[in-house]
């Protein structure tokens, strides 16, 4: 293996045991990652509005926004099938406007 394809791997790794062990990514647990999915993800995104007060939104809302825009440039498991443009947008559909990348 590759010195390069070893740190990939290893960082891998250790975002998945870090996740799964603290079960949240920058104040959002994995079940609200997951309502905010359908709105970002790569194949066949919603692109229905996005209620301000539904589950996505009110997620996003006690988030730290800054330390999911810094995710945008680490190799991180719940960033795969993410389209980061639509992600970086979603905080401001959400009414969110101090929040933005």
């Known amino acids: 293996m590759e010195p390069n394809t070893k740190l990939v791997f290893i960082t891998l790794v250790l975002a998945l045991t870090l996740t799964a062990a603290t079960g949240e990514l920058c104040g959002m ?12 993800q790569t194949k066949n995104p919603l692109t229905t509005p996005i209620d301000p007060k539904g589950s996505c939104c009110t997620a996003l ?17 719940f960033l795969s099938g993410i389209n ?5 947008k979603l905080p401001e559909k959400c009414g969110l406007s101090k929040a933005t990348c």
Request: charged fraction near 25%; include cysteine; proline fraction near 6%.
């Open 84 to 88: 980061l443009d639509l992600a970086s």
């Open 29 to 40: 647990s994995v079940a609200d990652l997951y309502s905010c999915k359908p709105y970002v």
């Open 61 to 77: 809302a006690k988030a730290d926004v800054q330390c999911l825009c810094k995710q945008k440039t680490k190799t991180n498991p």
